[in-house]
């Protein structure tokens, strides 16, 4: 089969590999489309050793079982699926109380096991969802980061939404955007350096845009809501500055939750924090049942993906380069393997 290999540091190629063979319980999925994720392409860029080569990456994909094997698996050849990003064990405290993705044995495709960005892929039945008829593939592959969105607005205690501001429109920070509007019904304002992101934010209905280019975000954003700050706000981008952002962007008991991973060590005024009582959360992925509702929300509401770049297969190691090109200012590449599915 063909793959979008990732043989040493810095190097990306199509070529031909073993198609995988499928475990007990597991199917043998041929893999229609797959998204590249910023997660990827940071730690492509980085040289991360979250992902070390030689690899497939690809974690958000949908396809059409070819075989399984033993009990479920085996029952679900030829049906279309939608696949979690995360390999659960099922039996530790966290998947037991739903929380999936913070399984603490997880494995994650393309980073602990054979990636998606390629012909075939093995996949647990367990974590499959049946693609429902009528949902475009280049729709279909959102499932898991709109799954992202829907757990990173299942934070904190407070149940105030009505007015969120999303720092990043990246992909994962549209999709916080996307279940915002369709779940919350929320006034979202929404931040970015691209314009061609905040165009797609628009897209996806976004009530206010923010260049913070040319714009101040804080002044946007009490200006937006007539004196007020957000209730809510959710950070995409994740470096230090962003973080603080968030918290001087949030009212009094109001909630930050910090889903971006650009920088990892931070200082803040914690005194904003603690005399403001604001509940700062983490938001990492989401569950088994988040990726369901995230099918269900797609299929119902019909997402428009004008903004994201399709390329055919051949073309996968030029679609991930471009996306790490400021020039070429893509917001998100789906590479298509089985377009016919």
């Known amino acids: 089969m063909r793959a979008l290999y990732y043989p040493a540091w810095n190097e990306l190629e199509v070529r031909e590999v073993p198609i995988p063979s499928p475990n007990e319980g597991e199917v043998l999925l041929r893999v229609a489309s797959c998204g590249i994720c910023g997660s990827e392409l940071e730690t492509f860029k980085n040289a991360s050793p979250r992902r070390t080569p030689p690899l497939i990456m690809g974690h958000e994909f949908c396809g059409q079982v070819e075989e399984g094997r033993g009990g479920e698996a085996g029952s679900l050849a030829g049906q279309k699926m939608i696949s979690h990003a995360i390999v659960h064990c099922g039996q530790c405290p966290a998947c037991l109380r739903g929380d999936t993705n913070l399984c603490g044995g997880r494995q994650v495709f393309g980073m602990h096991r054979t990636g998606a960005l390629a012909e075939y892929v093995a996949v647990p039945e367990r974590i499959l969802i049946p693609w429902p008829a009528g949902l475009p593939a280049a729709s279909a592959i959102f499932a898991e980061p ?82 007020e700050r957000a209730e809510y706000v959710i950070d995409a981008v994740g470096n230090a500055e962003t973080k603080r952002l968030a918290l001087a962007l949030v009212e009094p008991g109001g909630t930050v939750v910090w889903v971006g991973l650009h920088e990892d060590q931070m200082s803040l005024n914690s005194y904003a924090v603690t005399l403001g009582q604001k509940c700062v959360a983490g938001s990492y992925s989401g569950s088994l049942n988040d990726l369901k509702l995230a099918v269900q929300l797609l299929a119902s509401e019909n997402m428009d993906t004008s903004w994201a770049t399709q390329y055919p297969m051949e073309q996968a190691a030029t679609a991930f380069r471009d996306l790490l090109k400021e020039e070429e200012k893509k917001v998100k590449a789906i590479v298509q393997f089985h377009a016919a599915l």
């Open 146 to 227: 709109l799954a992202n969105g829907i757990n990173a607005l299942r934070q904190g205690s407070s149940p105030r939404r009505s007015r969120i501001v999303v720092i990043g429109a990246g992909p994962i920070g549209l999709m916080c955007l996307f279940a915002a509007k369709r779940i919350h019904h929320a006034n979202v304002v929404v931040s970015d350096r691209l314009a061609e992101r905040l165009q797609a934010a628009r897209i996806l209905g976004a009530d206010c845009t923010v260049n913070v280019l040319q714009q101040d975000l804080e002044t946007e954003v009490r200006t937006h809501w007539s004196g």
